[in-house]
């Protein structure tokens, strides 16, 4: 069974950096993607990135792009989320996601991701 733990949130300030990881156990080979999702408090769950377990493709949400980047080490069993020059807004709770269904459709959508950890909190000061 496919487990996954998110960790390393935290409160920083605006502009200041964080890196999630996200620690994953009894993958099976068809898990082919780890999304990255955040959800702040009465909204949808919204995508903020993706990598592709083999090749290491990732997405980005654009609100993201050019301040997160997403990263794995296979060996280690983990993905990471580099977040750099985070502002109020990224505020919210962070998930990691283990995509096994829907290869060929779009890594921002939640369908496909059959199994989520429990979230780790991010919270940006102004």
């Known amino acids: 069974q496919v487990q996954l733990v998110e960790s390393g949130g935290g409160l920083v300030q605006t502009g200041n950096s964080l890196t999630l990881s996200c620690t994953i156990s009894?993958?099976?080979?068809?898990?082919?993607?780890t999304g990255w999702f955040r959800q702040r408090p009465g909204m949808d769950r919204q995508f903020v990135a993706a990598?592709?377990?083999?090749?290491?493709?990732?997405a980005y949400s654009d609100s993201v792009k050019g301040r997160f980047t997403a990263s794995r080490d296979n060996a280690k069993n983990t993905v990471y989320l580099q977040m750099n020059n985070l502002n109020p807004e990224d505020t919210a709770v962070y998930f990691c996601?283990?995509?096994?269904?829907?290869?060929?459709?779009?890594?921002?959508?939640?369908?496909?991701?059959?199994?989520w950890g429990q979230g780790t909190q991010v919270t940006v000061s102004s």
């Open positions: 996601a283990d995509r096994d269904q829907y290869p060929t459709e779009d890594l921002s959508s939640t369908r496909g991701y059959s199994t």
């Open positions: 009894g993958r099976t080979v068809k898990s082919f993607a």
């Open positions: 990598i592709r377990r083999y090749s290491g493709v990732t």
